[in-house]
């Protein structure tokens, strides 16, 4: 499967997102990576240096999106509605097109700050990961398409 960028967000226009900058994470360890799920969408062939900069240190994949996004939406928020949220500490990575044709989405979670951060840091632990990964082997138990993980690294914070 080729690597088909189809970096198609910023069309909607500046009111659907902001861009964002990484954390800086000086010390990565890369904990998991899901070279199955990378096969799908022409991404096999990263060394293990390509996904440290890739998915580490959020370095833009090639004729993708320029920088990370915060994506912007609307709803209700502790009992109220709130046109102004957004994600607090996920990424919009690179959107691209597997070998079935469908457009993905790569996302990160606890890659720093955004507009929407609510004063935390931005950052997400490795338990929280891992919390976040076993309901997706459970969707497909269930028979339903899910998120997938590609990778997990720690990112050493000094």
Request: hydrophobic share 25%; proline share 11%.
């Amino acid at each position: 499967m080729p690597y088909q960028p189809a970096p198609s967000y910023p069309s909607l226009g500046p009111d659907f997102y902001d861009p964002v900058a990484a954390a800086t994470f000086p010390r990565h360890t890369l904990r998991y990576r899901n070279d199955r799920a990378a096969e799908t969408v022409g991404l096999d062939g990263l060394s293990d240096e390509d996904w440290r900069r890739h998915f580490g240190d959020l370095e833009p994949l090639p004729r993708n999106l320029p920088q990370p996004l915060a994506l912007r939406y609307h709803g209700h928020q502790f009992g109220q509605y709130n046109p102004n949220l957004g994600d607090g500490r996920g990424f919009l990575l690179a959107q691209l097109i597997d070998g079935q044709g469908r457009m993905l989405d790569l996302g990160t979670k606890g890659s720093g700050t955004t507009p929407y951060s609510r004063g935390g840091d931005g950052r997400l632990t490795l338990k929280g990961a891992c919390a976040r990964s076993s309901p997706l082997r459970c969707w497909r138990r269930w028979g339903s398409t899910p998120p997938r993980r590609c990778p997990c690294s720690r990112p050493g914070r000094s």
